[in-house]
């Protein structure tokens, strides 16, 4: 939803900068798999030791990097490639998760157990993409929903930031949120396949 919005916008922003990337030499799939490789290792770094302002302020840069890679494929002069879309598509998965599983072992650490919320999150954060996958499989289109993967990185990056500035409850509310608006997005895929079949 909101990236629907905003990604004209956007657009216009980046384009200048993912030509910069392309005329250095950095491919979509390096930038992809950089900023992944840079959300992962930040999540499982940071996370765990209760560092939360800072580790959001450093995976929010590297998650940036997710603007670029698409930008990057459509102005290059081999376009966009399936095994491109296929590895963001991928490492999406393996980056919000990271995110996920990171503060799910903070809560486990401190007994929390809204460590089990943060784990319902990271299901239906797998389940909604794999919907949409097995939809196009099926010639289906399947991209709706209330929370797509950006408003569910917005969550969960302003509860962690929040979090590391001392607000109370910040992660209780973006866990809570995730999770309810993960199985509404969820319930609301299977609904859009089941009137398309």
């Known amino acids: 939803m909101i990236s629907d919005v905003l990604k004209p916008a956007v657009t216009r922003i980046i384009s200048p900068v993912a030509r910069f990337l ?27 030791r209760g560092n939360f302002f800072v580790g959001t302020l450093v995976i ?21 490639s399936k095994w491109g879309g296929f590895l963001d598509s991928t490492v999406d ?19 929390d157990d809204l460590s089990i919320i943060y784990l319902v999150a990271i299901v239906t954060g797998m389940l909604i993409p794999y919907i949409r996958a ?8 399947c991209s709706g929903g209330i929370a797509e993967r950006t408003e569910r990185a917005i ?37 859009i396949v089941k009137r398309a079949i």
Not at 22 to 28: K, Q
Not at 104 to 111: A, H, M
């Open 22 to 48: 392309l005329r250095i030499g950095l491919t979509p799939n390096s930038v992809t798999a950089i900023g992944a490789l840079g959300v992962v290792v930040s999540a499982i770094y940071f996370f765990p």
């Open 60 to 80: 929010t840069f590297f998650m940036l990097s997710d603007l670029f890679d698409g930008a990057m494929a459509r102005i290059s002069s081999r376009g966009a």
């Open 93 to 111: 998965r393996i980056s919000d998760s990271s995110i996920l599983f990171a503060v799910s072992i903070y809560l486990i650490e401190k007994n």
């Open 134 to 141: 097995k939809a196009e499989s099926m010639s289906i289109q």
């Open 155 to 191: 969550i969960v990056l302003v509860g962690t930031g929040f979090h590391g500035l001392g607000v109370s409850y910040s992660l209780a509310i973006s866990a809570w949120l995730l999770a309810i608006l993960g199985i509404i997005t969820t319930c609301q895929r299977l609904l």
